[in-house]
């Protein structure tokens, strides 16, 4: 081996370095993802609870904060795991667990108004962020349990502490056999 | 007549049919206790219009229909003793006790019905008395079904008489001795959906049956009926397989029937009609093959809907003791329902009770990876990949279920049948199903969520809009008066 | 009276895996005895050498990922493994290589992916391919068939075609060397014959089904019989592909390893004919005699694409 053989051989390898390490660059910028279809993307695999257990003001501006480097994968309790890997899948990160510090993993709740001691104060009408307290000032109130999604933002702002949260009744129904001979 | 077979898959089995049917239908008496469940076999529940104590005839209305749930009568006469929680063959699920007092009173005004002086919607209108429903075992009520076939123009009425699972040969032996039967029932239901032509299927292996029903058609002499015979290859009795068998056309997914100018109804379903216009008798009785190893005296049996299976295996000469049974099965051997216990009671759907011995179910091997052998993909009727479905199960791959065509499975079973491995693979799709199912009712929940959330800030927004504009509104008319008022 | 309850459906065929390797090694059995009429009592060694260290490495590898040996030993995959690698390898092999190939086949080839059911490359292939490379002296010592035991030389009928036509020998030149038979290279003619009535065994018992070894010999003869008939001079024909080297063996046994193979039908007939193809590419121009070891790995590399584009059309789509 010596400088004649030794120097077309260094000269093609790097040749073919600038060009490949050039192409993929340009590459880069042409096919870079739409930063807006990324948060599309990662809002439509959040539950929508709209909490704010995240410290962010609901489903759409973490999924933003998410797309944008500034919050990790791991905050969304109602959406547990399931979602946690979801979000990392859809990155290509590595699935983190929830962070316990933004809350608890629980089976879906709603909310329920205990009509007997609800005042109509009207306080946790503004709060919930799908409208789903039906009611008026001086009426007694109740939550549209269909709508609810458990969020317990509710919660707070009653005074005579009158919504408790239970848990939610089933969504599925029986799947029917598929073979019956008509 | 032979039909264009076109089937993918499948498999040819023993048919284990002969013994039941060495002996004509046995009629079997009226069951002292009767217990009829709302949930007839469709899933759905028939609203209750009676209370314990009420006192009821043959033919008195138990529970109205609703939705997929077809009108309950009582078989029996005597008195309403409970409506209360009991074992079925779908599981516990609410039936309605009758006691019988013997007499088999007929409730008076059951009449028999001049089917071909009406117009075709006053006789569906009619036959929804009746509490048809499908006896094929998905006991939809025939009425509603006749009807939407009806509104979509439908030109083909098919009569299912393939049976194509082993041990079932309940339609079998209606065909052979009560054809004629069949044949007006299903000259009623031409009249009732307003198809052109009927073509009764049949499977190879029932010549008795082929040659009876000829008999029949000769008889009634109408041109628009036909039979047409396929090969006996299970499962080609499936609603969707026999009719991309008989007429080529194939149905699209989420689509019923109808859509490609069918309907189908079970053979078993026509003979109920034909009872219900020719003595007005609503739907009480139906052929119940009772067989297996584990029961004496396999036979066929008229049982009255309501009677508990332990009276029917009776009445076959009961369990054999020196054969222990391993399963009792409510179906057949593929897709049949294990029974925890003889207690369930005949529905309209229910066409055979399987008393297996462990000779006549061989043990599942251990099970082992899947060696991606393909066996299972050419096995399927339906053209799945069983194989690519397992393993995108295992991994919770939803996208990858989707791709597959888990929404197409018909739970068949062809593909255990055949795995070397012996995974039981429909188990895997039917709890992968349920998962589906119930992660795409949390999407649409999510979905509307989302949707609600959206409108409440573009109110709160509007408000505010609002708000300041009235604010700065008052704020020039202040303006504006002090101005003037200098 | 109570039942136990089970989900449907239920009843099964009743095969398993077990049975269908049986019958894998029974289908075996004529490959071997011609080899043995041919070469000597030497194949039967080196079968039994491979037998054992494969049933030693399995046992091995489910102890350290900390699984039931039991049930696997006895599922028969990993014998079938290490006896077509044992018929693969020349006659003459010391059993130590194959011992060692055995071994990398069984540890790195199969349980290194995660055990049965999980490797992309054929095992045997990948032990008969980590062989050639590291040791191609022994590897590609075949002994000429017949008693007289002196009579050793280098190369195959595939070798000896491929370096005569390159010195610039006719085919009718080469094909008079001591190598060739009347079909193909002499003495491996009549193990292809063995391994198609083993394979036709298979097939008739449907061990086997029909797409992968089809695709693969049409693959290979094809292209054969199309270039004998432009230029005879410088290829063999189609027959002559067919009757050398590992080409039945590979149609019939190693090809239709269900695990690294593609799983539906039209994949099966693709990858068949890829085998097929790329055989007689480094036949004919590649640095090795025998192609199918390399052709099947290589195929095995486009499986998943293979079972992506080939999904059958489901009842009901259009």
Known sequence: ?182 | MSARPGLRGGLRLESHKARPLQRSVQPMPAPSMAVLALDQGSGEEARVVVEPGTRVRVGTCLAVGRGAAADLHSPVSGEVRAVETRPTASGPGTCIVVASDGRDEREPGLAPLDWSALDGATLLERLAGGGLAGFGGAAFPTAGKLALARAAGVELLLLNGAECEPWICCDDALLRERASDVVLGTRVMLAACGAARATIALEDDKPEARAALEAALADAGDSRLEVVVLPAVFPLGAEGLLIAAVTGREVPPGALPPEVGVVCQNVGTAAAVARYVSEGVPALTRIVTVTGSGVRQPANLEARIGTPVAELVAACGGYDDTLPAARLIAGGSLTGRALASDAVPVTKGLNCVLVATAADLPVRAAQMPCIRCGDCAAACPVGLLPQQLHRAAQADDRAGLDRFGLADCIECGCCDYVCPSAIPLTAGFRAARRRQLIHEAERKRAAEAKTRYERHRRRLDDQADAERRAFEEARRRARSDGAGGD | MEFPTSASPHVVAGYTVPRVMFQVLLALTPVLAVQVYLYGPGPLWLVAVACVTALACEALALAMRRRSSQAALRDGSVLVTAALLALAVPPLLPWWLLAFGTAFAVLIGKHAYGGLGQNPFNPAMVGYAVLLVSFPLEMTRWPLPGPEWDALTGATALDALRTGLRQGYTMQEVRAGAEFGRLGAAGSEWVNVAALAGGAYLLARRIIRWQIPVAMLAGLAVPAALAHGLDPGAHPGALFHLASGATMLGAFFIATDPVSAATSDRGRLLYGAGIGLVTWIIRSWGGYPDGVAFAVLLMNLTVPLLDRVTVPRIHGHP
């Open chain 1, 1 to 182: 081996m010596n400088a004649a053989t030794l120097l077309p051989a260094v000269g093609v390898a790097a040749g073919l370095a600038v060009v490949l390490g050039a192409a993929l660059g340009w590459l880069a910028t042409r096919l870079r993802a739409d930063p807006d279809s990324l948060v599309e993307r990662l809002d439509a695999l959040l539950p929508q609870t709209q909490c704010g257990q995240c410290q962010y003001p609901g489903c759409r501006p973490y999924a933003v904060a998410i797309a944008r480097g500034e919050a990790d994968t791991d905050r969304c309790p109602p959406g547990g795991a399931a979602t946690a890997r979801a979000l990392a899948t859809l990155l290509g990160r590595e699935p983190r667990p929830v962070d316990p510090r933004y809350g608890e993993t629980r089976p879906p709740r709603v909310a329920v108004i205990d009509e007997t001691r609800c005042i109509g104060c009207a306080l946790c009408l503004p709060v919930c962020p799908v409208d789903a307290i039906v009611g008026a000032p001086r009426f007694v109130h109740t939550v549209i349990e269909a709508q609810c999604t458990g969020c317990e933002l509710c919660l707070p702002p009653c005074p005579v502490d009158c919504i408790a949260l239970r848990p939610s009744p089933g969504t599925a129904s029986q799947p029917r056999a598929a073979t019956a001979s008509a």
